[in-house]
């Protein structure tokens, strides 16, 4: 990746397994339980985009619960496991390499940050459980500007705070609608493809593929 001094990586989905709380729930929830966590994830999305198009704007944090109150609803999740599934979303794992890749990447001359549509404090406490305190230079949150990705005020924000060139920027998400807002906006892309996807038709291609991070060390 040549000219680049930033990596700025997506929170959830990329280095956080949205998953993950869902699946320490499965023997309470059955066999149900990754459909239910899929739908969760799918829902809160939908109500981020729909919230920036009607100007509607709730946190993060907000919009996580709402969609799972519908989610419970439509999968007949007990009610009672409502504060047990947001407590653990609150730290959900990272996936098995991550840890291991920033501190490499750490040790190289790059601006390491995430941005995320996480409010700041759940962005803390999920680096912080995970125990990747010291690793990140920023984390950023679209709080900042009140608007979800992919609206381009969102990418604005590192490109201000670094006062770098938009190419100057390494973008890793495993999220192909992200990816390829990102690239259209400006940032050398990668895409994280975890669970071999098929990329979006949005008018990009990201320049990268990785099936993990740890490919990004033979690139980076």
């Known amino acids: 990746m040549k000219n680049v001094k930033a990596i700025i990586f997506d929170a959830y989905g990329t280095l956080f397994d949205v998953n993950s709380a869902a699946e320490k729930c499965k023997s309470k929830i059955g066999d149900k339980w990754e459909s239910f966590a899929n739908y969760w994830r799918t829902t809160q999305l939908e109500y981020t985009w729909l919230r920036s198009l009607m100007n509607r704007h709730k946190d993060f944090w907000a919009i996580t619960e709402d969609s799972l109150d519908k989610s419970m609803k439509v999968f007949k999740i007990d009610p009672s496991m409502r504060n047990e599934l947001l407590d653990l979303y609150k730290i959900l794992s990272t996936f098995p390499e991550v ?20 409010t700041p404090s759940l962005l803390n406490e999920l680096v912080k459980s995970n125990n990747l305190d010291n690793i990140f230079n ?4 679209i709080e900042e500007v009140k608007v979800y990705k992919p609206n381009s005020k969102v990418y604005d924000i590192p490109i201000k705070k670094y006062q770098i060139k938009k190419n100057e920027v390494a973008y890793l998400s495993a999220n192909t609608w992200d990816v390829s807002a990102g690239g259209n906006y400006g940032f050398n892309t990668v895409w994280v493809n975890r669970s071999n996807n098929i990329f979006d038709n949005l008018d990009y291609k990201p320049k990268n593929e990785v099936k993990n991070l740890k490919q990004l060390l033979d690139i980076a």
């Not at 840890?99 to 995430?114: F, H, M, S």
């Not at 920023?138 to 949150?141: G, T, V």
């Open 138 to 141: 920023d984390i950023f949150s």
């Open 99 to 118: 840890k291991e890749v920033l501190q490499n990447l750490k040790k190289k001359d790059y601006k390491l940050a995430i941005l995320s549509n996480g």
